[in-house]
């Protein structure tokens, strides 16, 4: 991405954030992160990637309070960023996170000894 491009997802995920922190009042988006946005070339469409940290398992009553709020955030998005037009938001489910933690779990799993920083 360009230099503008960050700045404008970067700008877009702090709006996001704030937004459903403190405006959508929709109960299934409570303890949501937006964890990145990504832009097209034409920052045309954004790329929105969410968690719910530590419940995994609320992923599609997430991803249906996201599409029943998109055209409000879309809107204040609109207000909030100066651009031609406001870019199409589409929501992800940020799995990264899950993948972390599992290896995270694997790692710790394995019966490796420590190993001597000793020098001999």
């Known amino acids: 991405m360009t230099i503008k491009q960050d700045r404008v997802a970067e700008r877009i995920q702090a709006i996001l954030s704030e937004l459903l922190l403190r405006e959508v009042a929709d109960p299934r988006l409570q303890h949501l992160t937006v964890t990145e946005v990504k832009l097209d070339p034409e920052v045309t469409v954004a790329h929105v990637y969410v968690n719910a940290l530590g419940d995994e398992g609320r992923q599609d009553e997430v991803m249906a309070g996201l599409k029943r709020a998109k055209g409000f ?15 199409d938001l589409i929501f992800h489910w940020d799995v990264r996170l ?6 995270n779990r694997l790692i710790e799993s394995l019966d490796i000894p420590p190993e ?3 020098s001999t």
């Not at 955030?73 to 870019?87: D, F």
């Not at 899950?98 to 290896?103: D, K, M, Q, W």
């Open 73 to 87: 955030m879309r809107r204040e998005v609109a207000k909030r960023v100066r651009l031609r037009s406001a870019p």
């Open 116 to 118: 001597d920083k000793r």
């Open 98 to 103: 899950e993948h972390g933690e599992r290896l």
